[in-house]
Nanobody, 121 residues
Framework: VQLQASGGGLVQAGGSLRLSCVAS????????MGWFRQAPGKARDFVAVISRSRSLTTYPDSVKGRFTISTDNAQSTVYLQMNSLKPEDTAVYYC???????????????WGQGTLVTVSS
């Protein structure tokens, strides 16, 4: 699976962005899809995951109620809608595909190249 993420940019605190990640190469519905982020000098953190059935989602407390993961299976695309952005959301955001519904980055097999989100105060 090849993943291509886009949609990052510079936004003011309180603003919104929508990230997109297009998958190609294999059947999109065979994979759980996740979003992770990595701020400078920090470890990669879990942000959101959606199950292969697309009926289950999980978020960490840090983004719950502000971020929403969704998919367009016909377009083999996973989205991350980010609202009420905070400066601490600044990071490179990565999409990932894997066989399991999990928050563990090591369980994801395929990764996109990352897209930078910068939130100014």
């Amino acid at each position: 699976v090849q993943l291509q993420a886009s949609g990052g940019g510079l936004v003011q605190a309180g603003g919104s962005l929508r990230l997109s990640c297009v998958a190609s190469g294999r059947t999109f519905n065979n994979y759980a899809m996740g979003w992770f982020r990595q701020a400078p000098g920090k470890a990669r953190d879990f942000v959101a995951v959606i199950s292969r059935s697309r009926s289950l989602t999980t978020y960490p407390d840090s983004v719950k109620g502000r971020f929403t993961i969704s998919t367009d299976n016909a377009q083999s695309t996973v989205y991350l809608q980010m609202n009420s952005l905070k400066p601490e959301d600044t990071a490179v955001y990565y999409c990932a595909a894997g066989g399991r519904y999990t928050t563990d980055a090591s369980r994801f097999d395929y990764w996109g190249q990352g897209t930078l989100v910068t939130v100014s105060s």
